[in-house]
C-alpha cells in the first residue's frame, strides 16, 4: 500500500488508536487478534498463505482488467475468450470518452410515424426532433438525467455499431438495438399522447459537424433509415 | 554504516534496500556505539538471505496485521455512496423510464442482453411493478445505511448488489461514471470501510463492544444473514448458503487462533482491494491518457473545442463558448490533461508532486462537471483520485470541514455543529 506508508499516515494511525483506546478501555481479558505479533507461528504461517492466495488473485485480476482495456494485442487476442470471462459482467470497462479524439459531429436524432386510421388511411406524422427534446431538457440543468443525456445517444451508437451504413446487420445484436429504437420512438410519442394507431416508424440522422474553431462549419449531412413496423409489444 | 565494512559478511551497497524498513533505524547508533567501545565482536549484520526472509516475514504481518488506510476506504464508502443515492434520489421521477416498466429497454431485452454477458439484476427477478418500486425504496434506503455505515460489511453487500443490479438492468443508460461506480461497489466489499467515520464506529465507542464475533453480535450476524440471503436472488444457491454458514459463525467465541487468523484475512482482503481500487484508478487515467495521445485533436490542441461543442454535454452554451476561448489556452489545456493522465501512475505514488497531479485531476473533473453537465461521473472520478491523499490530510480535512460547519451554524443559528454534521464534512474535504 504505498499510498499510505508516509510517516504522517502513522502519526494519524497512532491518533486514530489512540481515539479508540479514549472512548473504551479494553476489558482485561480481551487479546488483539489484530496484532501480528501476538499470534502464533501455526497463524502466521496460515495468514500467510492465506495473503498470497489474494495476492495470486489480486495479480490475477489486474492481469485480466490489462487485457481488456489495453488495446488490442497479440497477448490479448490469445486470451479474448478468458479475458471475457472474467471480466464481464462486473469488470467491464472502457474509457474512449473523448478518446481518442472528442466527436467532431452533433449527431441529432429524428423520427417520424405513420398512422393507419380507421378507413385504412395512412397518414405520415413530419419529422420530430428526438435529440432536440433531449437538448432542451439538458439546457441550464446542472444535472441533467439519465434519460435525456444518455438514452437517446447511446440508443443510437447501439445501432450504429450493430449496422453498417447502409442499414445492414453487422452484430447479433441488431435486432436488439432496431427494437430499442423503435420502441424510444413509440414511447416519446406515447408520452406526448400521440401513439394511437401507429403502425410503422422511421428514424432518420443528421450529421451536424462542430467544425474546427473560427472555421465555418461544413452542411449537415442526413442518413435516412427505412421505414420499420411496430409490434404489439412495442405499445406496452 | 561504517561499521559493517570491518565484517566478513559484508554485503553489496544495494542490500539495505532489501532490509525491513523499521527495523534498520534503532540499530544504526547501537550498533555505532558498540563498535566504538568494543571494536572487536562488532555484531555482524545477518546475512542477506536472513535479512530477505525477515523482510518476507515483516511484509506479512503488516499485511495481515492492523488495517490500514482505514480513512480512505471510509472516504470511498461515503463518497461512492453519495453518488448513487443522489442519482437514485435525482431520477426519481424518471425511475420508471430508467430501470422500470416505462422503460423502451425492456426487461425481456436486458434479459436477452445480459445472457449473453452473464449479467444479473435484482430487478429483473420479477416484472411486476411492486417489485420494482420495492428495490428502488431498498436500493435507497442500502445506500443511506451504507454511507451511514451501519453494519458496513453486510451494507457493503448489499449496496455491491443494487450498484451492479440497476446498472445491468439498463445497461445502455450507464455513462463512465456508472462503470466506476460498479467497479468501486465491488472492491468495496473486500476493505474494512467501516472502520471510521461510521455508525459502527460510533456503537463500538458507545458500548465498549469489540469487533470480534460472539455473544452480543446477534444484531449484526442478523443483518449480515439478510444480506447473504438477497445474494441468492440473483447469485447462485450456493453461493448463498456458504455466506450464510460462514456469518452464523459471528454467534459464538471463536478459538483464539481462528479470531486472530479471521482478523488476518480481513486485513489482507483489505489491504488487497485497496492496492486494486489504486491500480484501478490508475488503468482507467493510463487507458484514457494512452488513447488520447493517438488523437490528432489532442495533439493539435483543438481537443477541448470539439467536447466543449457536443449538444449533450453542453448545459450552459455561454460558460462553454467562454471556455472554448483561444488557440493557445485550449492547447496548453489539452496538453495538461494527457501528460497528466498519461503521468498519473507515475506522479501520484511520489511524496509531494503528487498533490500537484491529484490538485490537476480534482480541478479537471469539477470542470467536467459544471461545463459538461457531467456531475455525478466527475465525482465519481474525482473519489478515485482522493484515496491517494494521506490519512493525516483527510484528517485535518475533515477536522477543517467540521469548524466551518460549527462556525457556520454558529453564525447561523447560535446552535454549535453536531456530529452528524460534522461527519457530512469529512465526506467532501
Aim: overall charge neutral; proline content about 7%.
Amino acid at each position: 500500500m504505498p499510498a499510505q506508508d508516509s510517516p504522517a499516515t502513522e502519526v494519524a494511525e497512532a491518533a486514530e488508536l489512540a481515539e479508540g483506546a479514549e472512548g473504551s478501555p479494553p476489558p482485561a481479558d480481551a487479546f488483539d487478534p489484530e496484532d501480528p505479533d501476538a499470534r502464533s507461528p501455526r497463524v502466521q504461517m496460515a495468514a500467510a498463505a492465506v495473503s498470497v492466495l489474494l495476492i495470486a488473485g489480486v495479480a490475477f485480476h489486474l492481469l485480466f482488467v490489462f487485457l481488456h482495456v489495453a488495446p488490442e494485442n497479440q497477448a490479448s487476442l490469445k486470451y479474448q475468450e478468458q479475458t471475457r470471462e472474467w471480466v464481464y459482467p462486473v469488470f467491464e470497462q472502457n474509457w474512449h470518452l473523448f478518446a481518442p479524439d472528442p466527436l467532431n459531429t452533433n449527431i441529432r436524432v429524428n423520427a417520424r410515424v405513420q398512422y393507419r386510421a380507421a378507413d385504412g388511411t395512412v397518414t405520415t406524422s413530419p419529422w420530430a426532433d428526438l435529440t432536440g427534446d433531449d437538448v432542451a431538457h439538458i439546457r441550464g440543468n446542472p444535472f441533467p438525467s439519465k434519460a435525456d443525456q444518455n438514452l437517446l445517444r447511446r440508443a443510437w451508437e447501439f445501432y450504429d455499431s450493430s449496422h453498417d451504413d447502409d442499414g445492414s446487420r453487422t452484430t447479433d445484436r441488431a435486432d436488439l438495438a432496431e427494437e430499442y429504437l423503435r420502441r424510444i420512438v413509440v414511447k416519446r410519442m406515447q408520452a406526448e399522447g400521440r401513439a394511437d394507431g401507429i403502425v410503422a416508424v422511421q428514424l432518420r440522422a443528421v450529421f451536424a459537424p462542430i467544425g474546427a474553431p473560427d472555421a465555418v462549419p461544413s452542411e449537415p449531412t442526413t442518413r435516412e433509415l427505412g421505414w420499420w413496423e411496430t409490434r404489439p409489444d412495442d405499445f406496452r | 554504516m561504517t561499521s559493517v565494512d570491518s565484517t566478513p559478511e559484508s554485503t553489496p551497497e544495494s542490500a539495505p534496500d532489501f532490509a525491513p524498513r523499521p527495523a534498520p533505524m534503532p540499530e544504526v547508533p547501537r550498533q555505532v556505539a558498540r563498535t566504538g567501545s568494543k571494536p572487536a565482536d562488532a555484531p555482524a549484520r545477518p546475512p542477506l538471505d536472513i535479512r530477505i526472509a525477515e523482510a518476507v516475514v515483516a511484509f506479512f504481518a503488516r499485511l495481515s496485521g492492523r488495517p490500514r488506510g482505514t480513512y480512505q476506504a471510509a472516504l470511498l464508502r461515503i463518497g461512492f455512496g453519495a453518488v448513487f443515492l443522489a442519482s437514485l434520489v435525482r431520477e426519481f421521477l424518471n425511475r420508471r423510464e430508467i430501470w422500470g416498466d416505462e422503460s423502451p429497454w425492456s426487461n425481456d431485452m436486458a434479459r436477452r442482453l445480459l445472457s449473453g454477458i452473464d449479467g444479473f439484476s435484482v430487478l429483473l427477478v420479477r416484472d411486476d411493478r411492486w417489485w420494482f418500486e420495492l428495490m428502488y425504496v431498498l436500493a435507497i434506503a442500502v445506500t443511506a445505511l451504507f454511507v451511514l455505515g451501519w453494519h458496513t460489511r453486510a451494507m457493503s453487500v448489499l449496496f455491491c448488489l443494487m450498484v451492479v443490479s440497476f446498472n445491468s438492468r439498463s445497461l445502455l443508460m450507464t455513462d463512465g461514471g456508472d462503470t466506476v461506480l460498479t467497479l468501486m461497489s465491488f472492491y468495496l466489499m473486500f476493505t474494512a470501510c467501516g472502520r471510521v467515520w461510521s455508525l459502527d464506529a460510533r456503537r463500538l465507542r458507545r458500548t465498549g463492544g469489540s469487533r470480534s464475533p460472539g455473544p452480543g453480535q446477534e444484531g449484526g450476524v442478523f443483518v449480515a444473514l439478510v444480506a447473504a440471503v438477497a445474494v441468492g436472488l440473483v447469485l447462485p444457491w450456493w453461493l448463498s448458503l456458504l455466506g450464510a454458514a460462514l456469518v452464523l459463525t459471528g454467534m459464538w467465541r471463536l478459538p483464539r487462533e481462528l479470531e486472530q487468523l479471521r482478523a488476518a484475512v480481513v486485513a489482507a482482503a483489505h489491504h488487497c482491494a485497496l492496492f486494486v481500487i489504486a491500480a484501478q484508478v490508475c488503468v482507467v487515467y493510463a487507458a484514457a491518457g494512452m488513447l488520447k495521445v493517438q488523437g490528432e485533436t489532442w495533439q493539435n490542441g483543438t481537443a477541448l473545442h470539439y467536447a466543449l461543442n457536443i449538444e449533450y454535454f453542453q448545459p450552459w452554451p455561454w460558460l462553454s463558448d467562454l471556455a472554448d476561448g483561444g488557440p493557445v489556452a485550449a492547447t496548453a489545456l489539452a496538453y495538461l490533461t494527457v501528460f497528466s493522465q498519461v503521468g498519473f501512475v507515475f506522479l501520484v505514488f511520489a511524496k509531494r508532486v503528487k498533490y500537484v497531479v491529484i490538485a490537476i485531476m480534482v480541478a479537471m473533473h469539477m470542470g467536467i462537471a459544471v461545463l459538461l453537465g457531467l456531475p455525478a461521473f466527475s465525482a465519481s472520478m474525482a473519489l478515485g483520485d482522493l484515496i491517494f491523499l494521506p490519512t493525516a490530510f483527510l484528517l485535518y480535512a475533515r477536522s477543517l470541514g467540521g469548524r466551518l460547519v460549527r462556525s457556520r451554524a454558529r453564525g447561523g443559528g447560535g446552535k454549535p455543529g453536531t456530529g452528524a454534521a460534522a461527519a457530512e464534512g469529512a465526506g467532501r474535504p
